[in-house]
């Protein structure tokens, strides 16, 4: 048997290891404030999310939100506690969130979709609900918490950059990357059923001497007019795009040529009425090519192509719609070397100068030359200026090659004079059209020939009697402007262009030109020499000289001097010569 002291002294020690009883009071105290605590931190986070939250039981009954919630829809959480969601929402939407809880509480888990609500400060917004279903400490459904994203910003930015992507954001209409889109569609729509598409390819005539003259801004709302025009004449099934600069194009799914060209004509018939911008009025007219599938072509780059190519011939025209062919396409690739080559022969100084002699016809004496563009190819040989100048023109280069040639013959007029040689009269220089369209052009001219040292009193302008009735009005100005800085003007080919009257008498002209075409048969065909002799009493009533160009014998020199006309320029007396040429065979000391 133990000593009973030793078991006391084990019970001594047992009761000095055990803790001290804590009242199960103080127990539930500190649990509860553990868990309010809890509970305050919990509110805290969710309180401080940017996103509205909420709660529901598994009735769908709301029992709780955060912040965010009340702010968004302008209700307190006070509120919405034991509220459905017909008692907080429009009926609408509502039926749509009692339909999402019933699903999600019919397969607990996670939910998200997409939908709208109504926001206090904001209306209607889009936004998407992420939901899950949370449940009791025995396992059953307790209901569900949901946050809520508002996606409105992300979806308008979407569209905005969808817009952007797929829309000219000046004129609204189809981009050239949408336009692609839709004719993918209706080639594949026509592949399977058969109907032909139309392709017209539109450039508007002249827009480049708007933009030039008048800005861009000038441009841009002309251009927006013509876009309103066009789209007003079109049917909901022909869609109509803009795809650069003045180009727009038409796609239309239509049975035959003869409603293709009816398109084509309601386009045109839409510029018949002047556009008016900022007090400047307008005549836009347009060279519309049209291509079809399958007859023109398979695919998308050989239906914009040949549209394309039957828009120049239609532009080369004047203007007015072609229909393509194939013989369109002869020599294009040939057009395409000259304008590259030559585009690299104004950059590389390859162009060259040649003068021609002017006579007076009553001393017989020189009274001025002409410099002629000549230029030599090392690839192609000599070309022709009537092939390469209309490509030129074509492609807008004529301000640069016209640049080249002012300041080319400036250089050689000082030249001569450097060397002692005396070159009587003026020297005559083309004048394109487009270079009266651009904006500051006199300015730039008298510039280039102050920086020759030479006086506008030693030059002579010729415009062509077509380019200057292209702009009549804007023509008169500049060539006003021309005549006040001491240049010589001169109407070439006069009796081609079909001016009026009217105008001509407006016109600061020197001089008028006759054209070669009437020259050249005056003696043989009394129309001609009646033009010829109508030009020359014209000129005369109207205080100008009377140039005839393309002389080649001795007796249209008789004709001409018997009418009275002022001057001459041909073969028979001189073809046109390099500078060293007509320098040996014309210039004195």
Request: charged share 25%; aromatic share 8%.
């Given at each position: ?199 017209l390819f539109i450039d508007l005539n002249r827009f480049k001497e708007i933009n030039d003259t008048q ?10 007019e013509v876009a309103r025009r066009f789209q007003s004449t079109l049917r909901k099934e022909e869609t ?90 002869t020599g294009i690739a040939e057009r395409m070397k000259i304008a590259h080559n030559l585009n690299l ?245």
């Amino acid at each position: 048997m133990m000593p009973t002291d030793n078991f006391n002294s084990d019970d001594d020690d047992d009761g000095q290891n055990k803790l001290p009883d804590i009242p199960l009071q103080n127990q539930l105290a500190s649990m509860k404030k553990k868990l309010d605590e809890q509970a305050h931190f919990i509110k805290q986070f969710i309180d401080a999310m940017p996103n509205p939250v909420f709660f529901k039981d598994e009735h769908g009954l709301y029992q709780g939100c955060n912040a965010a919630f009340e702010e968004y829809f302008g209700k307190s959480r006070h509120d919405i506690i034991g509220k459905s969601v017909y008692e907080l929402s429009p009926k609408e939407l509502a039926d749509t969130y009692f339909a999402a809880d019933k699903v999600l509480f019919n397969n607990p888990g996670k939910q998200t979709y997409e939908t709208s609500v109504e926001s206090l400060n904001k209306g209607r917004r889009d936004v998407v609900f992420n939901k899950a279903t949370v449940t009791k400490p025995d396992g059953t459904l307790g209901g569900l918490v949901g946050v809520i994203h508002d996606i409105t910003d992300r979806k308008i930015s979407d569209k905005k950059i969808q817009y952007l992507a797929l829309y000219d954001t000046m004129t609204s209409l189809p981009n050239r990357t949408l336009f692609i889109e839709r004719l993918k569609h209706s080639l594949a729509n026509a592949e399977r059923h058969g109907p032909k598409i139309a392709i017209l390819f539109i450039d508007l005539n002249r827009f480049k001497e708007i933009n030039d003259t008048q800005g861009h801004e000038v441009g841009d709302q002309v251009l927006i007019e013509v876009a309103r025009r066009f789209q007003s004449t079109l049917r909901k099934e022909e869609t109509l795009a803009r795809l650069a600069g003045d180009e727009f194009v038409v796609i239309s799914e239509t049975p035959d040529k003869t409603s293709a060209i009816c398109i084509a004509e309601r386009l045109q018939e839409s510029l018949s009425i002047p556009i008016t911008v900022k007090g400047h009025t307008f005549s836009v007219g347009a060279s519309i090519g049209i291509a079809f599938y399958p007859d023109d072509g398979v695919t998308i780059e050989d239906l914009l192509k040949r549209a394309d190519i039957a828009m120049y011939r239609a532009k080369a025209l004047g203007g007015g719609y072609l229909v393509y062919e194939a013989a369109m396409s002869t020599g294009i690739a040939e057009r395409m070397k000259i304008a590259h080559n030559l585009n690299l022969a104004i950059q590389g100084g390859e162009l060259q100068l040649y003068y021609q002699p002017k006579i007076n016809l009553t001393t017989s004496v020189l009274s001025g030359a002409e410099a002629l563009l000549r230029w030599y190819d090392k690839e192609l040989g000599w070309i022709s200026p009537a092939q390469f100048i209309p490509i030129a023109e074509a492609r807008g280069m004529m301000g640069v090659l016209g640049k080249w040639v002012l300041q080319e013959a400036c250089r050689q007029l000082k030249a001569w004079e450097s060397e002692g040689l005396h070159f009587s009269g003026r020297l005559a220089i083309n004048f394109a059209a487009q270079q009266l369209e651009e904006n500051g052009i006199v300015a730039t001219v008298r510039a280039i020939v102050h920086d020759a040292g030479i006086t506008p009193a030693s030059l002579e302008l010729e415009l062509t009697e077509s380019g200057v009735m292209g702009n009549v009005e804007r023509a008169i100005d500049v060539m006003g402007d021309f005549k006040t800085a001491g240049f010589a003007l001169s109407i070439d080919d006069f009796g081609t262009g079909y001016s009026s009257l009217s105008y001509l008498k407006r016109l600061p002209a020197d001089t008028l030109k006759i054209d070669i075409s009437f020259v050249r048969d005056m003696l043989k065909d009394r129309h001609d020499y009646t033009i010829v002799n109508t030009i020359i009493g014209m000129a005369r009533n109207l205080g100008l000289k009377a140039i005839a160009e393309g002389v080649e014998d001795a007796k249209q020199v008789d004709a001409l001097c018997s009418l009275g006309c002022d001057e001459a320029q041909g073969y028979y007396f001189g073809r046109p010569v390099p500078a060293a040429i007509f320098a040996k065979q014309w210039l004195n000391k």
